[in-house]
């Protein structure tokens, strides 16, 4: 029965000192309240006191000389106390001291050391002899300062190798790809996570300048070869870009490389906080397939934007797309008077209204559930709100249907356009930006051609206002760019969806390119656009290096993790009907203008004469619900006479 007892308590005994349950306790124990720290000081300037008192009277020296010895270690410990309160070394959090807390330390036990050999002279002066021997005060303040640095450093060691014992969790080993501040400080925070992801172990230094040191005790590693090889042999299985001297070009040569051998690659923020740790490790995250077409910042001519919408009433029609409710987010932050959301798609809108209640904003936001193809219900915003700016992004965009589905193409893209068109000139708009698409430009299917229609209308009644010479008119200004990263029908959301099925990613054609552009950077273009355009024109974007799709899906693949037509098969289904290999954004026969800002050309267009293409596009509209799909597509070629179907039924129309 007793080695029965004895054995339970040593288990208990055992248990209680185990590193987990010691752990545990590390790891929930709160923060210290003050008096607790300043009780701690205070018990190692005792200590300290007591070391240099030994030492000298080891050697046979007195080190306090006055018979008033309790005067003076009263003042000894009053002084410290003063000063601990005066520098606040007892504000800080222990487990995250730093070397603000060290030199708070240095200086307290300095001003001590001042204060008191001053005392120590006056007193010489008055009464002929000292009252302490000086170097033995000097040692006395070393010996505080060490122990209450050191007594801090054990501490903050101590939570930091406890909370980093994971015996369950199998954290990455991870390089830093950099050895400036951004990527020092990165490693700090990332040390500080918790829980932990990343086990960093070692630092790259692309100049090859510092073999032989070490950063936060961790080896910096020269990259001699491809940084695939280095990874390989230290063990690392991912790295974290944070060298922010990198150009996107170097960026996108180490991704590469690194997904090539199927190794993780992570990107970081720039740290313009560098105590804010915490936020910092956060922001760590898989690089995404955006960071890879990341381009240079836009620079926006903000005062021009404001200009045309600060304190105007400002519509915008398709306003719950992908497109429409970014112009929304981003027309919000120049605090137009009101801001009219119109969409004909029920929940979408209700969920950016949603949105939009909680943005930081004095504008007023009113939320219009209408069909643009509806004139009257059209002509009842116009008459109610009498908006100054109109951004039109609402249309019918997926080539497919639109292919199958002709009159609905022409009824919305064309018909809708023209309806808020007629309307922007009834009601004096100001500037009437419409957002087209490269699909536009010697198009190939339904959908590009009833856009290209829609430009030039909007060009023929810009012409017609010039000739008749009115004031005050509306100006009607055309964007026109390529697919838009994320957006809604993009490739990429797709490609995700499919990822996370397990495949496979369908393409439509292995030789197949395209141009992107984020989502932010199209809309913040269509602002600067609108903004610089006098009537007329249509504004192409610079829409950076072409794009082969089944690169970006092979690219998707390996960010997920996986490897390609391995883990996850592509599969060559076959171009769609209407769609090209490669789209453009100019006819063959036009050219550009350039503008102030790099990003933005204007392209020169052959405009037609308002009354032939008004009577064409009216003619059109009317048949487009009685007409058969080649009767309405001939009528269509018709007026966009570069029109040429691809892989389409439609193909037949243009054989002569």
């Known amino acids: 029965m007793s080695n029965y007892t004895n054995s339970g308590e040593t288990s208990f005994i055992r248990n209680l000192f185990s590193r987990d349950n010691l752990k545990f306790n590390i790891h929930n124990l709160s923060y210290l309240p003050r008096w607790i720290i300043v009780m701690m000081d205070f018990a190692v300037l005792i200590i300290a006191f007591f070391f240099t008192y030994l030492l000298f009277r080891g050697t046979g020296l007195d080190y306090i000389v006055t018979p008033n010895s309790v005067l003076y270690i009263s003042s000894l410990f009053g002084i410290n106390i003063f000063f601990f309160w005066l520098f606040r070394t007892y504000s800080g959090i222990i487990r995250h001291s730093s070397y603000i807390d060290a030199v708070k330390l240095l200086f307290s036990q300095m001003a001590v050391l001042v204060i008191l050999l001053l005392l120590n002279f006056a007193f ?43 015996s369950d969790i199998k954290l990455s080993r991870t390089i830093i790809y950099g050895t400036d501040a951004n990527a020092i400080s990165v490693a700090k925070a990332l040390k500080l996570e918790s829980p932990l992801r990343f086990k960093i172990v070692g630092f790259v230094d692309r100049n090859n300048q510092n073999s032989s040191k070490r950063m936060l005790d961790l080896p910096i590693l020269i990259l001699k070869k491809k940084l695939p090889t280095l990874m390989r042999s230290v063990g690392a299985e991912g790295v974290i870009i944070a060298d922010k001297s990198l150009s996107k070009e170097e960026r996108l040569i180490i991704v590469d490389q690194c997904l090539e051998f199927n190794y993780k690659v992570y990107i970081v923020p720039l740290i313009a906080d560098w105590e804010n740790q915490k936020e910092i490790s956060q922001k760590v995250k898989t690089i995404q397939i955006e960071d890879l077409l990341e381009r240079k910042p836009i620079v926006l001519d903000n005062k021009s934007i404001s200009k045309q919408l600060k304190d105007n009433t400002i519509l915008i029609t398709g306003a719950a797309g992908s497109i429409g409710s970014e112009i929304v987010r981003q027309v919000l932050i120049y605090n137009p008077k009101k801001v009219i959301i119109l969409d004909q798609a029920e929940t979408p809108l209700h969920h950016l209204n949603l949105e939009t209640e909680v943005l930081p904003t004095n504008s007023k936001i009113r939320t219009v559930v209408a069909d643009i193809r509806n004139k009257e219900a059209m002509e009842k915003v116009f008459k109610l709100y009498k908006p100054q700016v109109v951004f039109h992004a609402a249309a019918y965009k997926h080539v497919p249907l639109m292919e199958e589905n002709p009159s609905q193409a022409i009824l919305t893209n064309i018909g809708g356009t023209k309806n808020l068109a007629d309307l922007a000139c009834l009601y004096k708009v100001k500037k009437f930006v419409m957002i087209s698409t490269d699909k536009a430009v010697n198009p190939s299917n339904v959908m590009g051609a009833s856009k290209r229609i829609s430009e030039k209308y909007v060009q023929s009644l810009q012409l017609k ?14 964007t026109r760019f390529g697919n838009v990263l994320g957006s809604n029908g993009s490739v990429v959301p797709l490609f995700t969806k499919q990822i996370a099925e397990g495949g496979p990613i369908t393409i439509t054609h292995p030789d197949i390119i395209r141009y992107f552009m984020t989502i932010p950077e199209a809309c913040q273009l269509v602002l600067e656009a609108g903004a610089m355009g006098k009537g007329g024109e249509i ?39 209407g769609e090209k290999l490669y789209e453009e954004l100019l006819n063959d026969t036009s050219k550009t203008i350039p503008t102030y800002h790099e990003k933005i050309m204007i392209a020169e267009e052959i405009q037609d004469e308002y009354e032939n293409l008004h009577n064409d596009i009216e003619e059109l509209i009317d048949n487009a619900n009685y007409l058969g799909n080649d009767e309405i597509v001939m009528k269509m070629k018709k007026i966009v006479p570069e029109f040429k179907s691809m892989n389409s039924t439609f193909e037949l129309l243009d054989v002569k």
Do not use: W
């Open 124 to 166: 010489e002066l008055v009464y002929g002899h000292k009252a302490f021997l000086n170097t033995a005060l000097f040692i006395n303040m070393v010996l505080s300062f060490c122990g209450l640095f050191l007594y801090r450093v054990i501490v903050k060691q101590t939570f930091e190798h406890y909370l980093s014992e994971k």
């Open 465 to 478: 206002i010039q000739n008749v010479g009115e004031k005050n008119a509306t100006k009607f200004i055309t």
């Open 539 to 577: 504004y192409i974007f610079d829409m950076g290096k072409p794009v082969k799709i089944i690169d970006l899906a092979r690219k998707m693949i390996k960010l997920a993790g996986y490897v390609p037509d391995k883990d996850i098969k592509i599969q060559i289904v076959g171009l769609r009907p």
